[in-house]
């Protein structure tokens, strides 16, 4: 989609400091991080949300987000995946993304 922001990111027409990249995948952290690490995961593909994806690219951002956390020190002391989607969830950019928190002690649900 040519007016889409993250096509844009994936295209490398907007500048983002981009942290991972495979064929499918590309992650890059977040202009206005809510935790010391905030990073979204996007399929290079474009679609508005996540029930717009079908299985294959579900797996493949998970895949890569598994890998990434992984080889980074996240994923033993923990992170939160978060996909906003429509208007009461305050989704803003229509390319499906996953908000990958983490690098320090995030709030609970019940606090
Ligand atoms: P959401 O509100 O779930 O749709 O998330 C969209 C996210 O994109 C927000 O957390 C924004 O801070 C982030 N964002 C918007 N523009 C950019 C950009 N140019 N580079 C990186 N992140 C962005
Ligand atoms: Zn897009």
Redesign the pocket.
């Known amino acids: 989609m040519s007016e889409c922001?993250?096509c844009k990111?994936v295209k490398g027409e907007?500048?983002?400091?981009k942290v991972f990249e495979n064929d499918s995948v590309c992650a890059?952290?977040?202009?206005?991080?809510?935790a010391k690490v905030?990073l979204?995961f996007i399929n290079k593909q474009h679609t508005c949300n996540v029930n717009e994806m079908n299985e294959a690219e579900i797996g493949q951002v998970f895949k890569a987000i598994a890998e990434f956390t992984t080889s980074n020190n996240l994923s033993k002391s923990g992170f939160r995946v978060?996909?906003?989607t429509g208007p009461d969830?305050?989704?803003?950019?229509?390319h499906a993304?996953f908000?990958v928190l983490g690098g320090e002690q995030l709030a609970g649900f019940g606090s």
């Open positions: 922001l993250f990111i907007i500048k983002a400091n890059f952290e977040d202009i206005n991080p809510q905030h979204l978060v996909t906003n969830a305050c989704q803003s950019v229509f993304h908000h």
